[in-house]
């Protein structure tokens, strides 16, 4: 696993940033974590990275890649995305608009089941790297690859960036089945037609199924759904105890991706007509049009139909 060193730019110092400047920092990396609060500037930390990572919330991601755009980099940076959100405007994902503001740069999508408060207390952990450009990913798996996080490449980054972003509207819903304490069964159930859903999508998108049954798909579909560290999931169990999306939101510790997400989910839904209704029971519940127990007995009392659309081998996703 060795090579030589590299130069390491973590765009942003929230939770997931600092996990993953720690993460690099540990091969030897020379590591520089920006942040927009910081003293450094941007165009001072960029000259000559070979690699920039962007762990920036959704909202701050087209604007953060602008400013880099403006500032001189290496023509062979590799450019590495961690969010896990969708774009309001264009529905893009995070990769999608890195891409459109460099085009000839590599991109990389970094996504996995990957709690960051688990990592900084240096507990195991795998993740994938996907990029249509190979040796990019290599480069980055070497990069974060240790004896406490494995890093695994996909040549699949729509996949593995929609398995990440998507799985957090089903956590939302994952938490309120727990807030409501309905049983094992109803959250496999759950979970399961969470991930049909999200298959559904991402087939639409041009993603490969068997990418969502991967690390980034089930894997970080399952840490999601069955943790109080995830605040997607602390979001869903809260309201069902009754508290506001407002109150909520101003004491969550960081930023809840899946409230955004469904909301553009929703329009890529009814635009290209994909049936995905437990996240629309979610949309529903985050907009307050109905309560926890309303949208339970909405997804239950649906037209009985087959598990699957079609049993072909080829349809049965
Ligand atoms: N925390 C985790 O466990 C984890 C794990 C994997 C992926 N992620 C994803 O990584 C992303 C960041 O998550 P986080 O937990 O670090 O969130 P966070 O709220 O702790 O940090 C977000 C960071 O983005 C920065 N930011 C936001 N808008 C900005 C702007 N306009 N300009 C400059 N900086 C801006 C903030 O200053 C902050 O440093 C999210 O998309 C999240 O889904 C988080
Ligand atoms: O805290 P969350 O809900 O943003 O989840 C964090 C990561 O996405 C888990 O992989």
Redesign the pocket.
């Known amino acids: 696993m060795s090579q030589s060193v590299k130069s390491v730019v973590i765009?942003?110092?929230?939770?997931?940033?600092?996990?993953l400047a720690k993460l690099a920092a540990i091969n030897g990396n020379q590591v520089h974590l920006w942040?927009?609060?910081g003293s450094q500037s941007l165009v001072s930390v960029l000259e000559n990275a070979h690699i920039v990572l962007s762990?920036?919330?959704?909202?701050?991601?087209r604007?953060?890649a602008s400013?880099v755009k403006s500032s001189p980099v290496s023509p062979e940076t590799i450019f590495v995305t961690?969010?896990?959100?969708l774009e309001p405007k264009t529905t893009y994902t995070?990769s999608q608009i890195w891409q459109e503001i460099f085009p000839n740069h590599p991109v990389v999508v970094l996504?996995?089941p990957?709690?960051?408060?688990e990592?900084v207390r240096e507990l195991p952990a795998a993740t994938v790297v996907a990029s249509k450009n190979i040796n990019a990913a290599q480069s980055v798996q070497l990069v974060f690859s240790s004896s406490r996080f494995r890093v695994y490449t996909n040549p699949d980054p729509v996949g593995v960036e929609l398995g990440?972003?998507l799985k957090?509207v089903i956590a939302i819903a994952a938490g309120v089945c727990d807030g409501l304490n309905l049983g094992t069964n109803a959250k496999a159930a759950l979970v399961t037609r969470g991930l049909t859903e999200i298959v559904r999508i991402g087939k639409n998108l041009g993603a490969k199924t068997e990418t969502f049954y991967g690390l980034s798909g089930l894997g970080d579909l399952l840490a999601t759904c069955n943790s109080p560290?995830?605040?997607n999931y602390q979001l869903g169990y809260q309201l069902a105890h009754g508290k506001t999306l407002k109150e909520i939101l101003a004491s969550l510790?960081?930023?809840a991706?899946g409230v955004n997400t469904c909301r553009v989910l929703m329009e890529i839904a009814q635009q290209r007509s994909i049936a995905i209704p437990i996240s629309e029971q979610v949309y529903q519940l985050l907009e307050g049009e109905v309560t926890p127990q309303q949208a339970l007995d909405q997804l239950m009392l649906r037209d009985i139909k087959p598990e699957f659309d079609d049993f072909s081998t080829e349809q049965m996703w």
Request: proline share 5%; charged share 10%.
């Open positions: 765009l942003g110092a929230g939770a997931w940033g600092t996990a942040s927009r609060q762990a920036i919330s959704m909202q701050g991601v604007d953060v400013v961690a969010t896990k959100g995070p996504s996995g990957n709690l960051s408060q990592i990440g972003t957090n560290l995830s605040r510790p960081g930023i991706e």
